[in-house]
């Protein structure tokens, strides 16, 4: 069981019980909605945890582990509880991103009703673009970084009709 789905790293014997401990509250939290009932069975089941907390034998503990994550498996909720926001959320991914680039592409009109954003984003533009040309491209001009067309501009692609012309009409064909 790892602590959360982005786990990147190797994850502890002691995270890994926290983490069983952590999941079998939240598991309980889903079946009791009596804020008293789920408070019981949490000391209850901190009690269980607390009881095996010394033992020294890894061989001992690991199995422990295995019990406890396989008895979790078999009392998991059919609908388990998940926070709005987390991944499997009801709300996870609807907040559409709208990235940065997206305001340039406003119409002059609507960029004239807020004139002081707008300022003060050129100004922030302004600065970055300088920033990167002296950490990152050493003085050399944008155009140096990107690669020549060698190709012929006007060769079809493959599966491209020759010789039609997309923006004329074709009028069609009567029996």
Not at 65 to 84: A, V
Not at 99 to 125: G, I, T
Not at 136 to 149: A, I
């Amino acid at each position: 069981m790892t602590t959360n789905y982005l786990t990147t790293r190797a994850i502890s014997h002691r995270e890994q019980v926290c983490a069983l401990y952590k999941k079998a509250v939240r598991t309980m939290e889903a079946y009791w909605v009596i804020r008293a009932d789920v408070r019981y069975q949490a000391v209850m089941m901190r009690h269980r945890f607390d009881q095996n907390k010394d033992i020294k034998d890894m061989r001992i503990a690991v199995k422990l582990l295995r019990d406890g994550e396989e008895e979790l498996f078999m009392n998991q909720h059919p609908i388990p509880f998940q926070y709005q926001y987390s991944p499997g959320g009801s709300a996870y991914g609807r907040v559409p991103y709208k990235p940065d680039w997206l305001v340039d592409s406003w119409h002059p009109l609507e960029k004239a009703s807020y004139p002081k954003y707008f300022a003060q984003r050129e100004k922030r533009k302004d600065e970055w673009v300088k920033y990167w040309e002296d950490h990152y491209n050493k003085g050399q001009k944008f155009d140096d970084h990107e690669p020549e067309w060698h190709g012929n501009w006007d060769e079809k692609l493959p599966g491209e009709k020759v010789g039609l012309d997309p923006h004329k009409k074709v009028k069609p064909h009567h029996h």
